[in-house]
């Protein structure tokens, strides 16, 4: 489609990385996945195994006429630590890696930027690491939307709420309306 572009996130467990990105205006479509590794069609249970080498990851599609990458990543910095590695919070892994996956070189040019300028707000390296895209593999059906579909769920309660609530007050930029 014209005036859209796809980027693939991975920010730790792709069930937060969704939530967020449904608040965030000029977003068209997101599908949790996973990628980066070499296992053919890799199920829930291979990759939290951490044996594929694939993370949890999320096929963010948007309107470039609403937001651009640049703003897509700067939420991507902002819900996530990129600096830990293989680790967000609880969740330890290769699985949860900070990572994000360009379908082009003009892509990776704006990544490598957008890593430049955020850095300055970590104490710490920022570990993202920024590969071509390969093989994305959908993940199961029931990860799709999960946190709508099962907010009453411990993880959901004591993860994917706080951030989505710090995100809900900190970043109404970005909000759809």
């Given at each position: 489609?014209?005036n859209t572009?796809t980027i693939?996130?991975?920010g730790g467990?792709?069930?937060?990385i969704?939530?967020?990105y449904k ?7 997101l599908?949790s996945?996973y990628t980066g590794?070499t296992?053919?069609?890799p ?30 990543l700067r939420v991507?910095?902002e819900v996530?630590?990129p600096t830990?590695?293989n680790q967000?919070g609880?969740d330890i892994?290769?699985q949860?890696a ?5 379908t082009n070189?003009?892509?990776?040019e ?6 430049k300028?955020?850095?300055v707000?970590f104490?710490e390296p920022i570990?993202?690491?920024?590969s ?5 593999y959908?993940a ?5 939307d999960?946190?709508a ?8 309660i ?9 995100f ?5 930029k970005?909000?759809?309306?």
């Amino acid at each position: 489609m014209e005036n859209t572009e796809t980027i693939i996130l991975g920010g730790g467990c792709f069930w937060c990385i969704e939530t967020i990105y449904k608040k965030v205006a000029g977003v068209i479509s997101l599908e949790s996945g996973y990628t980066g590794g070499t296992m053919p069609n890799p199920t829930y249970l291979q990759v939290c195994d951490g044996t594929t080498g694939h993370a949890e990851v999320v096929k963010v599609v948007f309107d470039t006429t609403k937001i651009d990458l640049e703003n897509i990543l700067r939420v991507f910095f902002e819900v996530h630590d990129p600096t830990t590695l293989n680790q967000q919070g609880a969740d330890i892994g290769t699985q949860y890696a900070s990572r994000i996956f360009y379908t082009n070189e003009s892509q990776k040019e704006i990544i490598e930027k957008v890593i430049k300028e955020v850095q300055v707000h970590f104490k710490e390296p920022i570990v993202t690491t920024v590969s071509p895209l390969g093989d994305y593999y959908k993940a199961e059906d029931y990860h799709q939307d999960y946190y709508a579909k099962n907010p009453n769920q411990p993880y959901c309660i004591a993860v994917i709420s706080p951030k989505l609530q710090k995100f809900l007050k900190t970043d109404s930029k970005f909000m759809k309306q």
